[in-house]
């Protein structure tokens, strides 16, 4: 059948108008919009009658699709051309899209298919709704509504930022610079509301635009491939915009994390668990991105509290105590995929340690790198009443620690800067005191009477403990480490820090058992002086006296990780008596962030106290200094083989290693005092320990003895090989 020149005129004027306007004109054609809308617009319903967004739904087929809110063509099919008639509706005006938002970029010219990120490439080869396509849309300043002439961001489900060099259009870096820059302008089938200001109108769901690097030139994908050649925003230039059905959780969201045991992560006070299967304001939390923006997989993100301060992970645990944004605070927020973070996502949160945050009972707690049942936490939405806390902070620049695992396990760090906001008293010189605890952690029973009735020779003008290590910087110390005599059981809890100021107290004692002997019948004594016999506890109450050893040894050892700085002592210093660069070095990058600091000034430890404090309880919960990289197995934790946590391994039970104040002492000085290394079972530095820790149970109200413990199988260790004999092992 020939064509009359008028009829060709005609569908060439319908097709050019078809075009400038932005559209497809074959779109329509195939699939003419017969079918009802879908609920969500970005959805296509199928031949089948049924609404999706995945190509089985969005083809050619397609009864109904997203271009149909925007002008709909029907076709009669007559044998004659010339009754073909085209209906344009104005547009439907969508969504605004918003600063956050994640969004689809459909390609109007050629393909027709969404812009996807396949490694650092930018590309548009199907039409298809998947992560690979999700992008998410942030403006360079400021938030809310994304308006024509604003400069926007796109972030892919890799983390990464789209940027264009030169004529490439790339996905490669995490950076937020002027290269991952567009500025958004409307194209031709975008209508603007009859509320929107001309030239400043909101950017809708199934707007087409057209994106500017900051080359000025426009992103284009013909042959599938993203580039950017070109001044003008063209045919081949115009995307859709297509809202994705969820709003990623972005920085300052108020949510709630539930565990696998059903039970909600709250707060109460400084620890930090998951007890309860109900919301509440104790379970609500709010994520802080340090970019202030939407949040990825593989991002740092800090948790804040209803009490103002964020979840930490420490040597002692998991807690919540300080206002920091520090190290300790960060926390790498992990899907099984990538991509931007939703509500109902299950993540991982790996702490600045290379651990997951796992949940067992309702204790939270940070011990394995696996991404199992017991690390997962659903995310849920707060809709509750708005956090009100508000907390002052003081802002400074700090390193945020973001550990990698090696194939050995041993967690590396690199170091990233943010502005952040940390405590510059934690780990300085000064003695600035510490508050009264008023109550809170181990105060509520462990008392400042306690205290000076435990340790009445403190201030004597002999002793130099007074002023350094005081009462409410122990406390002080204490909320640094959650887990530090805080379980659930009052019994347990005491004899933890009977056992620990018993071990303490030899460590700094002013009067030791310098004479005992053991007696027929097995007892250890001191001998008939002062220390047996003296009223208000003889040697006993001579604890926490010497602080700071006198001593011109170095205490240095070749450490390739923590070497020694020439001129630097590092003799015993604070409750524990804190010896070698080893120590001091791994305390510092761990307590403070930076090795550097404590190997050039270690005498900070006997001047400040929450460090003096503090680095008794480190080594209490880590056996002291050590590098897995180098080949080293680490001793365990005093707080594990006290509690019986730690599992025994066979060269334990090999060595006679039974759980109780025996083993925490073989631990700290186990070298010296333990096994065929020590003076038998009577050694005087060890039955001090054990003439400390039982007058203490006492003052507590506590016995001594666990339930199947015995003196000499518990609390004394010559029946027991120290680690130089028995090394540690892994089991």
């Not at 870096?173 to 009859?194: R, V």
């Not at 020439?566 to 403070?592: T, V």
């Amino acid at each position: 059948m020939s064509m009359s020149s008028a009829t060709c005129r005609l569908l060439l004027r319908i097709l050019l108008a078809l075009v400038v306007s932005g559209i497809d004109p074959c779109e329509g054609t195939e699939a003419p919009c017969l079918g009802a809308p879908c609920d969500n617009p970005q959805f296509c319903r199928s031949k089948f009658n049924f609404c999706g967004g995945t190509t089985a739904y969005c083809n050619v087929e397609s009864t109904w699709t997203a271009d149909c809110d925007v002008a709909t063509v029907t076709t009669t099919r007559v044998a004659d051309v010339t009754t073909m008639t085209t209906t344009t509706a104005p547009p439907a005006v969508g969504k605004a899209i918003h600063s956050g938002d994640a969004i689809f970029l459909k390609v109007r010219g050629g393909s027709g298919n969404n812009v996807e990120v396949e490694g650092d490439t930018v590309q548009a080869r199907w039409d298809d709704y998947g992560t690979w396509q999700m992008l998410v849309v942030q403006k360079v300043e400021g938030a809310g509504i994304i308006r024509a002439g604003d400069t926007v961001t796109l972030r892919a489900h890799t983390g990464k930022r789209i940027h264009v060099e030169g004529d490439s259009v790339q996905a490669s870096w995490n950076d937020d610079g002027l290269w991952q820059t567009f500025t958004l302008t409307k194209a031709g089938d975008s209508q603007i509301g009859a509320n929107d200001v001309a030239g400043n109108s909101p950017i809708r769901a199934n707007d087409v635009v057209c994106l500017r690097a900051h080359t000025g030139k426009y992103i284009e994908f013909e042959d599938q491939l993203g580039k950017a050649r070109f001044h003008e925003c063209g045919g081949w230039q115009a995307l859709r915009v297509e809202l994705a059905e969820a709003r990623p959780i972005s920085s300052e969201s108020e949510i709630f994390l539930k565990a696998h045991t059903g039970a909600y992560v709250h707060v109460d006070q400084t620890s930090v668990r998951a007890a309860w299967d109900e919301k509440d304001d104790w379970q609500a939390l709010k994520i802080h991105s340090p970019e202030g923006r939407a949040i990825f997989s593989g991002d740092i993100v800090f948790l804040k509290a209803h009490t103002g301060k964020f979840i930490e992970v420490s040597p002692g645990g998991v807690g919540c105590q300080w206002n920091d944004l520090g190290a300790w605070q960060a926390l790498t927020i992990e899907k099984h995929n990538s991509g931007p973070v939703f509500l109902g996502d299950t993540v991982f949160l790996q702490a600045h340690t290379g651990k997951h945050l796992d949940v067992e009972g309702d204790q939270v707690r940070a011990r394995w790198n696996d991404h199992g049942a017991w690390q997962g936490f659903l995310l849920q939405q707060r809709t509750l009443a708005p956090l009100s806390t508000t907390t002052a902070v003081v802002t400074t620049t700090t390193a945020l620690r973001t550990t990698t695992t090696s194939a050995s396990g041993f967690l590396g760090a690199t170091t990233t800067t943010t502005t952040a906001t940390v405590d510059s008293d934690r780990c300085s010189a000064e003695n600035k005191g510490c508050p009264d605890p008023d109550g809170r952690g181990i105060s509520a029973w462990f008392t400042k009477a306690m205290f000076d009735e435990m340790f009445p020779q403190i201030c004597n003008p002999n002793c130099g403990g007074c002023n350094l290590l005081t009462y409410n910087c122990l406390i002080q110390a204490t909320f640094l480490y959650p887990q530090f005599a805080n379980s659930t059981s009052d019994t347990d809890n005491k004899r933890e820090l009977a056992a620990w100021l018993g071990i303490m107290s030899q460590e700094t004692t002013g009067g030791g058992c310098s004479l005992s002997q053991e007696n027929p019948d097995g007892s250890c004594t001191c001998g008939p002086m002062w220390c047996d016999d003296f009223p208000g506890g003889g040697c006993e109450a001579w604890g926490l006296c010497k602080f700071a050893e006198d001593t011109n040894t170095p205490y240095c050892i070749d450490n390739v990780h923590y070497p020694c700085v020439a001129g630097k002592k590092y003799s015993g210093r604070g409750p524990k008596q804190l010896s070698y660069n080893s120590n001091y070095g791994q305390f510092s990058e761990e307590f403070c962030g930076n090795k550097d600091l404590l190997l050039n000034h270690p005498e900070r430890v006997a001047t400040n106290p929450t460090l003096a404090w503090a680095s008794s309880i480190w080594f209490w919960f880590t056996g002291g200094a050590c590098v897995e990289a180098a080949g080293e197995i680490c001793k365990p934790g005093c707080h594990d083989v006290l509690l019986g946590s730690k599992t025994k391994c066979p060269a334990d039970v090999q060595a006679g290693r039974q759980y109780g104040l025996g083993w925490a002492t073989n631990v700290v000085n186990g070298g010296l005092e333990c096994g065929s290394s020590g003076q038998g079972k009577c050694d005087y530095r060890v039955h001090s320990r054990v003439k400390y820790y039982k007058r203490f149970c006492s003052m507590l109200g506590i016995n001594p003895l666990a339930p199947g413990w015995t003196d000499d199988s518990n609390l004394f260790c010559s029946h027991q090989k120290n680690y130089a004999q028995s090394p540690p092992t892994q089991c």
